[in-house]
């Protein structure tokens, strides 16, 4: 079935440990994205890929990294966890269609727990 | 700074009511999309409208985009137990391909 997928699905890591979020996308789309949700903030950005080979920050991106590996694949990384990580994260994919607007999709998150 | 502000942030109604909930901002979007999520799942796009005054609908479900492109509506007619669920507005500020999202409404549909 086409669309995004993420892996893991859960993960439990102490404080200073690190962990790679991956999300693979096979729908061809140019802009991939992660995005963080916490109870009552909605979904926060943290970093964005516009197009292979580029990367940025989004609003939250204290304490990770990103990786665009390829046109298919985006990765989140934690270099040391902290508590205030505990989140869902959620990994999306569009394609930009100027003037007609366009629509993400996303894969069904990865459950993080800091303790 | 939340720069869109989704009300009521929970409703919880009768099956066979209608409903609408608000998406507002001072910011002028190129778009907006409409999102319902379910518990465990990540969200799943509704809907986008891209010009100012635009009407969609989808089943029972009606969406209106504000003349000025800063606001945007969602109302169900005869809501139904399935349409319980976390319901999400985002909105483009420059057709940048990066969303803002709203703190989402979770709306309860009893039988």
């Known amino acids: 079935n086409a669309g995004v997928t993420q892996t893991p699905k859960f993960q439990v890591l102490k404080t200073g440990q690190s962990m790679t979020l991956q999300c693979a996308q096979d729908m061809n789309h140019n802009s991939m994205y992660w995005y963080r949700q916490d109870p009552g903030m909605g979904l926060r950005l943290i970093y964005y890929s516009a197009s292979e080979g580029t990367t940025d920050k989004g609003e939250v991106p204290n304490g990770y990294n990103v990786s665009r590996l390829n046109k298919r694949e985006f990765s989140l990384r934690l270099e040391s966890a902290a508590p205030s990580q505990t989140s869902v994260y959620f990994c999306a994919s569009s394609e930009i269609l100027r003037g007609y607007g366009y629509g993400y999709t996303f894969g069904s998150g990865t459950r993080l727990t800091v303790v | 700074t939340q720069l869109l502000e989704q009300s009521p942030q929970f409703l919880s109604i009768q099956e066979g009511e209608n409903l609408t909930v608000y998406c507002n901002s001072s910011s002028v979007f190129s778009s907006l999309q409409w999102y319902r999520q379910e518990p465990g799942e990540g969200p799943v796009l509704l809907v986008t409208?891209?010009?100012?005054?635009e009407v969609k609908k989808l089943k029972r479900l009606t969406f209106q985009f504000g003349d000025a492109r800063k606001d945007s509506s969602l109302h169900i007619t005869a809501a139904q137990p399935g349409d319980t669920g976390l319901y999400l507005c985002?909105?483009?500020?420059?057709?940048?391909?990066?969303?803002?999202f709203g703190q989402g409404t979770t709306l309860q549909v009893k039988p």
């Open positions: 985002a909105g483009d500020i420059g057709n940048t391909g990066k969303l803002i």
């Open positions: 409208v891209v010009t100012g005054g």
